[in-house]
């Protein structure tokens, strides 16, 4: 199985800030890798699919970059609707998906 | 309205069972991978099993294998998810969310908990 991993776990950070979360893939996924946002109470939502197109509806200010097995989100100047926790995922085989184990961005 | 909509959820001692439903509107199901994925109270994303546009093709993550069966009515636009011998740790909120973005979960229903409890 393919294990994913985050870095970091938590994040404190300010508006206006440029944040940058890591995830890593235990082998190559290519490019087969998502980021999704989740607030408390909430489903997650897409934010970015194929580890660099942006899910319509998704402000400019979310990026993602990477292949093989490291990949960045990043989020350019961070905005109070921004607080929330960031996965990735990795879909390369419909026979097993998996998720990282979350960043969570939370005020500084 | 495009939408996916979870029931069945509850409270259930160890070792029963339980379906988990997945109502689909605004969209066309049958064109579509579909999948559960379940959350632990305070935990992260666990992905759980994925069915091929007309069922022919299942998956599951190890632990739920055996016990857990993903299926689909595409007449009826449902999704199930039937949990037999439920253990404590499959207590989670379980989300059904479709396979749109060259298999990336564009859609999300609003989950439904289950907890597995004596």
């Known amino acids: 199985d393919i294990q994913m991993t985050q870095s970091p776990s938590t994040l404190s950070a300010s508006v206006g800030d440029r944040v940058i979360i890591t995830c890593r893939a235990s082998?190559?996924?290519?490019?087969?890798l998502a980021w999704y946002q989740q607030k408390p109470g909430k489903a997650p939502k897409l934010l970015i699919y194929k580890a660099s197109s942006l899910e319509s509806g998704v402000p400019a200010r979310f990026s993602g970059s990477g292949s093989g097995t490291e990949f960045t989100l990043t989020i350019s100047s961070l905005q109070p609707d921004d607080f929330a926790t960031y996965y990735c995922?990795?879909?390369?085989?419909?026979?097993?998906?998996?998720f990282g184990p979350g960043t969570k961005v939370d005020i500084k | 309205e495009v939408q996916l909509v979870e029931s069945g959820g509850g409270l259930v001692q160890p070792g029963a069972s339980l379906r988990l439903s997945c109502a689909v509107s605004g969209f066309s199901f049958d064109s579509y991978w579909m999948s559960w994925v379940r959350q632990a109270p305070g935990e992260g994303l666990e992905w759980v099993a994925n069915?091929?546009?007309?069922?022919?093709?299942?998956f599951y993550m190890d632990s739920v294998k055996g016990r857990f069966t993903i299926s689909r009515d595409n007449a009826e636009n449902s999704l199930y998810l039937q949990m037999s011998s439920l253990r404590a740790e499959d207590t989670a909120f379980y989300y059904c969310?479709?396979?749109?973005?060259?298999?990336?979960?564009?859609?999300w229903g609003q989950g439904t908990m289950v907890t597995v409890s004596s």
């Open positions: 995922q990795q879909y390369k085989s419909y026979s097993t998906f998996s």
């Open positions: 082998q190559s996924i290519s490019s087969w």
């Open positions: 969310a479709r396979g749109g973005k060259l298999g990336a979960f564009d859609l």
């Open positions: 069915i091929k546009q007309d069922g022919s093709e299942k």
